[in-house]
């Protein structure tokens, strides 16, 4: 067996099992009663007052943003427009517990370090600037102007220095559209693209199929073709019960006029099972709507080849039906006007090995063609995703192949129809319009630099993955994170900490504390900021003259651009806003030369707004129309009027080669995912009632026939070891040769013959639940598996990290 370092053998606190860990039967219905008595909890337990105060204002018109996921908001939207996770959120925020400067004063860095993220998190809100000196194990308090002329200082040494580049600027998709703006305009003016963000984590693949298939890296449907138009759903590498509740609010609806929806996951989850929405009775003290009409419980890493054999059957039908004198299965005036590719694409779903499907799928032919009946028995057609297929080796070939599946039938540019991945953070999507991107297209850096007055650097910067190898391989000195948990949500655990301890600098402006602050740089600041729901009045010295609180802007997953102002008095007189610590900070580095009028810019959003309606797109006005209720949609050509920005100005059919993942025997693939009781890193609570699970998180889901041939009892006690020789498992397909690796015989045969033997990553003391995932496939909770991802593991195109296809063996303790 081959060794495991001691450095990869941990990730973090909780090695041993949870002595209050309980697991029970799984849910197969959502929300409900339950739900809000579980968000009320949870507001009741960390400030009820603030709490009850904050809730009706979310995500209403003239209220705040919510604090988690992306999902859009109708155009009236309910009195209580949030789910039992928003809720949860806004409790995290209001809370009136303080990590103040008694806190680390008592608390040493060394000590903090052994919490585990959900101790860390309630913790409460932090109240001031905190500097950790280099070897000290306490962070200390320190003024505003000390902390950011320390940083300012570091950042000009690298500008004067000509080396920019060794600066990363992180972002977390909960920073508004004017501090994402600020962000990267101070970025350029210091010379760097180095602008890692959660999206390169998570969407990254969506936004690079996308592009290149459409010509635009967003989706292509607004929320009334889900509500009011599509007669079929497709719901793939989702579960929106957790990770986007009031998505199912929307599916209701359409449900209720008739549309049918076809579930695709390894896991069955109970949100698109039955939904109990508590707004309506029939949520309440009836049965609950049923939600999938259809679930295909496809393997891990298998999408690619159920939509290559739904896009040939479709081809096969299509051919019959022409051939019988019937009306056609494809739209071929839509393919022969408005895509290119389709000749070439037909013959490779002709020339694909059903052996390959049935290997890869592990979905009876009936079930495939069961599903092919629902697609050509709907006139409109939308498929909805997230990071169960974007986080895959061949994610952006999946996603282009989903692509192809909607141009097939012209499911594109028309109601009811069309493209939709599901963003998690509130505007990761806006933080991309605003150029949070380290390969920005040349014409909004031709735009920056007119606005602005200089030349924006034109190299490709670090995205997140690349950030750490730098880190690593000692290239950055300073590393500043917008918001965000960088330690807890990088693959790699063991690594990113390791590389994180050796940056000289690092930077934090953040709500709450949490891992980052205790994997700290040789030296740590933590600045922090206001909340979404807090009023931000600006600068306290100039408030006597300008008293009118300020609101910031974000923009959700289907391009709507709206307005977000708190109105709760903030949790500490010290904290500044986003806007206002980057244009500060901006000030200092660039110094008096520098045109840009950034204290205007930290003092007045709107001069922000005008940069902006100058720089980006589809912002023109942006002022006015930001202020009309529910704010304004951003133009998208492909839905708005059938024209595709592509390299060849039409949509493209693709041919993405199928690798079919070999995993060896005794291995399973893993698939890291979230709790229903976390967003992101953010871990509320230790329960996930909706798989059965309550007082712990260090569990594995295994299906039952796999534990009986693994020889391993349903409540064992196992380390969970990952094994991986450079991709993602052995892979066939295509004519190409197996590539096998990881069982113990491959190790040593690779020793014997001087290769590498397959590298080891190891996450102790998980309990192994029987639970009815798809042969052959497992599932555990991050970011505590994300020991288990090696940085290199990534999908080709995006370099997103592969976290659903890892492969593993369990280890007896």
């Known amino acids: 067996m081959t060794e495991v370092s001691d450095e990869a053998r941990t990730n973090g606190p909780a090695e041993a099992p949870e002595p209050t860990l309980r697991v029970g ?46 999902w859009p908001e109708p155009g009236k939207p309910h009195l209580a427009e949030f789910c039992e996770n928003g809720a949860k959120a806004v409790a995290e ?38 500097l950790r000196d280099e070897g000290a194990d306490h962070y200390r308090p320190v003024t505003w102007d000390e902390a950011l002329d320390m940083v300012a200082g570091e950042l000009r040494g690298l500008r004067d220095a000509g080396t920019p580049d060794r600066a990363a600027f992180y972002t977390s998709g909960r920073t508004s559209n004017e501090a994402a703006f600020l962000y990267q305009l101070l970025a350029r003016k210091l010379g760097t693209n180095n602008l890692p963000d959660c999206s390169n984590m998570c969407h990254e693949s969506s936004g690079s199929a996308l592009t290149e298939t459409l010509g635009i890296g967003k989706g292509s449907v607004s929320l009334a073709d889900i509500t009011d138009h599509a007669d079929l759903i497709v719901v793939v590498g989702q579960n929106p019960g957790t990770n986007h ?23 069955p989850e109970a949100g698109l099972q039955t939904f109990r929405n508590p707004q309506r009775i029939r949520g309440v003290v009836g049965a609950g709507t049923k939600l999938a009409d259809r679930f295909l419980q496809v393997r891990l890493a298998g999408d690619l080849a159920l939509f290559q054999a739904v896009n040939r059957l479709l081809l096969e039908r299509d ?48 079930e495939i063609e069961a599903f092919v009946d629902d697609v050509v028995g709907a006139r409109s057609v939308v498929v909805c995703w997230a990071m169960g297929l974007t986080q895959h080796k061949q994610a952006v070939a999946t996603i282009r192949e989903v692509v192809s599946f909607l141009l097939l039938r012209g499911n594109v540019g028309r109601p009811g129809a069309g493209a939709c991945p599901v963003r998690g953070h509130s505007n990761v999507q806006g933080d991309r319009t605003m150029g949070i991107w380290e390969r920005p297209p040349a014409a909004f850096l031709d735009a920056l630099g007119a606005e602005f007055g200089f030349e924006p650097p034109r190299d490709p910067g670090h995205d997140t993955v690349d950030t750490v190898r730098a880190m690593r391989d000692g290239r950055l000195d300073v590393f500043m994170a917008m918001g965000g948990n960088f330690a807890a949500a990088t693959p790699d655990t063991a690594l990113t900490e390791t590389a994180l301890r050796e940056v000289p600098l690092t930077v934090h402006v953040s709500t709450k504390l949490n891992r980052s602050h205790v994997v700290p740089g040789r030296r740590s600041l ?112 492909p839905r708005d009027v059938r024209e595709f920005p592509t390299a060849t100005g039409k949509a493209r059919f693709t041919v993405n080669p199928l690798e079919v993942v070999r995993v060896p025997e005794g291995r399973l693939l893993l698939q890291t995912l979230r709790s229903h009781d976390q967003f992101n890193t953010t871990i509320y609570g230790q329960d996930d009632r909706y798989r059965g699970v309550t007082g712990g998180r260090r569990v594995v889901f295994v299906n039952p026939r796999d534990l009986e041939e693994f020889g391993v009892a349903d409540g064992e006690t196992v380390d969970l070891v990952s094994e991986w020789n450079g991709s993602s498992a052995g892979t066939s397909g295509n004519g190409g040769a197996a590539r096998t690796g990881g069982t113990d015989e491959a190790a040593r045969t690779a020793r014997t013959h001087g290769a590498a033997a397959p590298q080891e990553r190891r996450a102790p003391g998980f309990r192994v639940v029987a639970f009815p995932t798809a042969k052959g496939c497992a599932a555990a909770y991050y970011p505590e598996t994300n020991v288990l991802v090696p940085l290199d593991h990534t999908a080709e195109g995006s370099n997103t990290p592969a976290s659903k296809s890892v492969v593993i063996r369990l280890e007896r303790r």
Request: hydrophobic letters at 40%; proline letters at 7%; a negative charge.
């Open 25 to 70: 039967p799984p849910r197969h219905d959502a929300a409900g009663v339950p739900g809000v008595l579980h968000a009320l909890a949870d507001v009741a337990e960390e400030s009820v007052s603030r709490g009850l105060r904050a809730l009706p204002l979310v995500n209403q018109h003239r209220g705040f943003d919510c604090p988690g996921c992306a």
């Open 526 to 637: 933590i600045l922090p900021c206001l909340g979404r729901t807090e009023r931000d009045d600006g600068d306290h010295r100039r408030a006597a003259r300008d008293a009118a609180p300020r609101f910031v802007t974000v923009e959700d997953s289907m391009s709507v651009v709206h307005s977000s102002r708190g109105t709760l008095r903030p949790a500490s007189d010290m904290l500044r806003s986003e806007p206002a610590i980057v244009a500060d900070l901006a000030r200092r580095v660039l110094g008096d030369d520098d045109p840009t009028p950034w204290e205007d810019f930290g003092d007045d959003y709107a001069r922000i707004r005008e940069s902006i309606s100058r720089v980006v797109p589809g912002f023109e006005d942006f002022e006015r129309r930001v202020s009309e209720p529910g704010g304004f949609v951003l133009p998208h050509p």
């Open 245 to 267: 509740p009031r998505m199912l609010t929307a599916l209701e609806a359409a449900k209720d006029r008739g549309a049918r929806i076809v579930a695709i996951n390894p896991l």
């Open 319 to 366: 051919g019959d039906a022409r051939a019988a004198g019937h009306e056609p299965v494809l739209d071929h005036d839509f393919i022969a006007t408005h895509t290119d590719g389709f000749e070439e694409a037909a013959a490779a779903w002709r020339a694909l090995s059903w052996s390959d499907v049935d290997a890869a799928t592990g979905l009876d032919r009936a």
């Open 93 to 130: 925020e209001t809370t009136r517990k303080r990590a103040d400067a008694a806190f680390f004063a008592e608390q040493p860095v060394s000590e903090l370090a052994t919490w585990t993220n959900h101790r860390l998190g309630k913790s409460g809100r932090l109240t001031e600037p905190m």
